[in-house]
């Protein structure tokens, strides 16, 4: 099989929406976070999409410190790539956001695609018990506030951290997001092959409905043609629904704690190792294969794990 027909697994391994309250099974402290990423990479995905978060709080972290024990382990142990989240938590600012990316240099970065109303509120009606204090207020404050990524936010995040060799997975929530980035492409800010992630059913975004996971591919192919490589997630229970539906139209897929907690009705899902699995097991029946790391960092144009600035690989000359 050509690496053409390969399929991206990413895993996004804990995220900033989900509250260390809802799982005892999401990943909180470095170390769990290392276990479950390298477990999802074990079972076949080739990018691990990263969040920190506070070790005796759970609350996100998005300071470099926070994320340099998760890199250096990780860097150790896997060879799956490594993305690194610019989207953080919709509390924070912006400079807050790209610390990690302008400080680490990865290989891939998340680049959100513009700023948007970001629902988790509606969680406080399933969750009414919580370990933290800042939890429900979390929430509660998602219903009046504004997940903040201006165009000028844009413009700037993509020199900062673009300047390292770092390309990005382009976080589109919603069909306006994908004529933004067509706007960074035509004034040259970036450059093919795009990583377009499409994101269904987060309130404020596009629903998952198939006739919405059809209109972002067909916007998406009309907009960018062959220069890019199209990728799906579904929020919540119907993650696996929406990676059908992406896959069924050619798409890569992404998984993982951060999206969704849930593996069946009423049944928690253990490791993202456990999604991971699944999601392998979907792509294969459909007569697909898995794109291995090397393989993917070929399809999406990477600089390879050597030019970072937490590996401890050498480059070759």
Known sequence: MSISDKVIITCAVTGSIHTPSMSPHLPVTAEEIVESAVGAADAGAAILHLHARDPATGRPDQSPSAFAPILGALAERTDAVLNLTTGGAPTMSVA???EPVVAFQPELASMNMGSMNFGLYPMLDRYNQF???????YLENS???IFRNSLADIEHAMKACGAGGTRFEFEC???GHLYTLAHFVARGLVSPPFFVQ???GLLGGIGN???????????????FGEDYQWSVLGAGRHQMRVAAAGLT????????LEDNLWAGKGRLCVSNREQVETARKLVE??????????????ILGLKGRAKNRFSKEKETV
């Open 96 to 98: 807050e956001r790209i």
């Open 131 to 137: 370990q933290h204090d800042w939890e429900a207020d």
């Open 143 to 145: 219903r009046a506030n």
């Open 173 to 175: 929530y919603d069909i």
């Open 198 to 200: 499409s994101v269904f």
């Open 209 to 223: 409905h198939g006739e919405d996971i059809n209109h972002m591919r067909r916007t998406a192919d009309r907009l």
């Open 249 to 256: 139209l050619g798409g890569n897929i992404r998984v993982g």
């Open 285 to 298: 029946s459909l007569g697909l294969s898995v794109a291995s790391p090397e393989e993917a960092r070929a």
